[in-house]
């Protein structure tokens, strides 16, 4: 019996072939060209690498066109540049876009204060002077955009209140490295952002040490209780810089964060948290503001922001006045208090069909989460004997997860010293 003829590759017909390379990876493919002269002219097929030019690189036909060489040459011609960032450089360039495309709508000053990407020689430079690595991430991103020109508003939102103000600007790289730490308590920190009015920033750990995780973000807190003038504890803010920045800007192009004076405001809006009661809706973001906080002695501080809109269907009858308010609080460790009193702010906001008022208030706490629900009072314009409740949804107020320095844990545990939790009563409810 005749043995089955052999089936080379070389004789199999070429749609099949590319057919079946279209699932490799960018290196797998360029391993493929090594194997034949077959394989090596189909693997450098245009189609096969337009397709790994559209995903590592985001790049379309218009690019193509602009630099007059096939998708093959221009997948080379990007990965000499940037090959060391391959895998975060479609993340972080969505994420650039996305932001630059929304700034453009909502807020299109800030567009003019981004910089040009860093090049790679600048970075390198940088990692000179500082004598330490940048992770791939940050240098990714900063390829793309060199953080921004000091100007406020800054990139990396706001908030204000009726004596504070707060707007960090992203560092560019320059910047960042006048600033990179290293004292006791802050060793080999680079800061991220930095706010002019308050001094506050975002810091990355460019190494694990005195209780810092490797590229870890956060809020410094000084210690205001410790002897050490090095205690600082932190408050996290991302496990590295993608993810830190990344959510940042999915955020605000999803509108979590709202756009208030031509500003990003850091407000967190919990989709469940609206309550509409008759033809009236109230709902409530909130903001935890770390440089009005402390983890020892324990103090917290929130801002909320609540928007009571009465519907444009609802009949000019319906029209109403508010008069007071209430709210129940509960922190985490069982704490309730019931607190009441006119109007809002000083405010007794009239609603009308259509209408919308909108405040801002704060609260503190000696807890890290903690509850609020209630109610407001309203009588109709038509006849003050018609009292009723319009109901506020229970909103909860979180802080950030916070660490203390490593060298603070071991000399607390020395001294076998133990936190207790005292409730306060600083309100502006």
Known sequence: MASPAELRMDQLPSDPLLHILSFLSYRDLVNCSYVNRRLNDLSKQNPLWKSLCSKHWLLTDVDRQKNGVSWYCLFKLYYSDLGRYIQYYPVLKTAWEQLKSFLQQKCPHMIASLKEGATEVELNNIEAQMRCRLPDDYRCSYRIHNGQNSVTPGLMGSMSLSNHYRSEMLLDVETAAGGFQLRRGMKRCLP???????????????????????????????????????????????????????????????????????????????????????????????????????VHPPHFFFTYRVRIEMSSSASPEAACQLDSRYWKITTSDGNVEEVQGPGVLGEFPVMTPGKVHEYSSCTTFSTPSEYMEGHYTFHRLANKEEVFNVAIPRFHMVCPPYREPMFLVVNLALTSHTHTHTHTHTRRL
């Open 192 to 294: 991220l952002t930095f706010c002019f009015h308050t001094g506050l920033s975002q810091c990355m750990a460019l190494e694990s040490a005195e209780g810092y995780r490797m590229f870890e973000s956060f809020y410094l807190c000084i210690d205001q209780t410790a002897q050490d003038p090095a205690a600082i504890n932190m408050f996290i803010t991302g496990s590295c810089f993608s993810e830190w920045f990344t959510t940042y800007v999915n955020n605000v192009v999803t509108g979590e964060y709202p756009i208030i004076r031509d500003q990003i405001f850091r407000y967190i809006h919990d989709k469940s948290c609206v309550a509409t009661t008759g033809d009236i809706t109230v709902s409530v973001s909130t903001s935890f503001l770390p440089e009005l906080s402390s």
